[in-house]
């Protein structure tokens, strides 16, 4: 199975600044032949189901605010949060989904307010 | 309005089997683009995929738990329904499920994997003698 590792563990970030979380899996999600990483990220507030946030590494779902970035390729990804607002406190998720199964999930990044 | 919404027993006891059932609505279950998985989350703890059921019928099951699992979809029913045998105190989890979402592939002619892009609220599953 592919694991999929995240950093940090924890993150604390004041209010407007720059948040950035990292995702390493142990195999290239990237697919040569359409050029695409199937890497997703997952935004959980507590009491509440995972949210998708960013599908294909870099494309924002539908309704997610701009300040939500994804990048990366191969086997390094980043979710990169432009300005934190008090709403994005949240534990953050990836997720590959090109060797399935099974789709495995990063251990989380929980994310607060400095 | 796309939504899923898991049913189940709160409590079972150890060595039982649980039946949990995935209601879905706002989409067909014989829909190629989507399918339905079923994933679940011990407390405080990190997301786990169990597994996952196409209109088709092509299912795939958790490496580590395909002994236990099975998925079955009755489409005209608008149901997705996964079996756990042998319960476990440490299957005690928030079991959900969630709408995977496929792209086509036209080079191919085959349809790639997806993100799942809805999920259920989920049903909390307590396993104690």
Sequence with gaps: DIVMTQSPDSLAVSLGERATINCKSSQSVLYSSNNRNYLAWYQQKPGQPPKLLIYWASIRESGVPDRFSGSGSGTDFTLTISSLQAEDVAVYYCQQYYFTPPYTFGQGTKLEIK | Q??????????????????????????????????VSWIRQPPGKALEYLAHIFSNDEKSYSTSLESRLTISKDASKSQVVLTMTNMDPVDTA?????????????VWGTYTSGAFDIWGQGTVVTVSS
């Design chain 2, 2 to 35: 796309v939504t899923l919404k898991e049913s189940g027993p709160v409590l079972v006891k150890p060595t039982e089997t649980l039946t949990l059932t995935c209601i879905v609505s706002g989409f067909s279950l014989t829909n190629a683009r989507m399918g």
């Design chain 2, 94 to 106: 928030t079991y959900y499920c969630a709408r995977i979402r496929r792209d086509y592939d036209y």
